[in-house]
């Protein structure tokens, strides 16, 4: 059964920085294609930036572009999401999800395997 825990989020002023990470257990990690979601109050869950099973990141959402870099340990089974420069409109649950041996789609519903979120507060 493979597993996926976030951690890293909190609440932080705007313009500060945060860490995300996700831990995978089960599977193959290195196999997975790794993908960072997140979804604001009232808002359809959105792609932010993946990393490809067999290395490279896609381009991140333009929203986030410049500010996000998305990095992963396949030693440590984890996938890490940088998060610089943060804005009040980057406040949201961020998700990890995998895909086995995807080529990184920016669409949800093609990832197999969910974390459970960790919020992400950015204030004023």
């Known amino acids: 059964q493979v597993q996926l825990v976030e951690s890293g989020g909190g609440l932080v002023q705007a313009g500060g920085s945060l860490s995300l990470h996700c831990a995978v257990s089960?599977?193959?990690?290195?196999?997975?294609?790794m993908g960072w979601f997140r979804q604001a109050p009232g808002k359809e869950r959105e792609f932010v930036i993946a990393?490809?099973?067999?290395?490279?990141?896609?381009s991140p959402a333009d929203s986030v572009k410049g500010r996000f870099t998305i990095s992963r340990d396949n030693a440590k089974n984890t996938v890490y999401l940088q998060i610089n420069s943060l804005k009040v409109e980057d406040t949201a649950v961020y998700y990890c999800?995998?895909?086995?041996?995807?080529?990184?789609?920016?669409?949800?519903?093609?990832?197999?395997?969910w974390g459970q979120g960790t919020q992400v507060t950015v204030s004023s």
């Open positions: 999800a995998a895909e086995p041996y995807g080529r990184g789609s920016l669409v949800a519903g093609s990832y197999a395997y």
């Open positions: 089960g599977g193959t990690f290195s196999n997975y294609t």
């Open positions: 990393i490809r099973w067999s290395g490279g990141s896609t």
